[in-house]
């Protein structure tokens, strides 16, 4: 299918899944590939600056333009974009699960290591701020730079 007969087939419907009013701000932002909430961000400034005009150009695309509705209720489409539906979120979690309970001793090892050792340098730290912090410190940052 070349370009041409791709544009041929593409039609402009208000789409009513996603609409607040009417759905023509929905249904131009899929029609041109647009973000739903800039459309609708400049149809507000439009209706600012060209009131009349933008309300009559409104209500005579409400009018006119016929509704499309894809027949998934509201939101569908965004929890399948974030991979929330058809068990894909459930399948990943089961998948962690049996990677968790495959893990071996060796591997809780490396994490008790990993601790011993965040441990080690979180008291190295402590005592390294209580020395940058002392008096003696400071005085002797005074005589290093006599």
């Known amino acids: 299918m070349n370009t041409m007969s791709a544009d041929a087939d ?3 419907y208000r789409d009513a899944d996603r ?3 009417g759905g023509v701000c929905a249904g131009l932002a899929r029609y041109l590939g647009f973000n739903l909430k800039t459309t609708r961000f400049l149809a507000f400034i439009a209706f600012l600056m060209f009131m009349p005009v933008a ?3 409104y209500l005579a695309v409400v009018f006119l333009i016929p509704a499309e509705s894809t027949g ?3 939101g569908a489409t965004r929890r399948r974009r974030s991979g929330l539906c058809c068990g894909r979120r459930r399948r990943r979690k089961e998948a962690f699960d049996d990677e968790s309970a495959i893990a071996s001793s060796a591997t809780r090892a490396m994490a008790d290591e990993i601790d011993q050792r965040c441990k080690s340098l979180d008291k190295r730290l402590i005592a390294l701020e209580k020395h940058v912090t002392s008096k003696r410190f400071q005085l002797e940052q005074e005589l290093s730079r006599l």
Request: charged share 15%; no cysteine; aromatic share 8%.
């Open 10 to 12: 593409r039609h402009f």
């Open 55 to 57: 309300v009559i150009a």
């Open 19 to 21: 609409a607040i009013l």
């Open 72 to 74: 998934e209720p509201i």
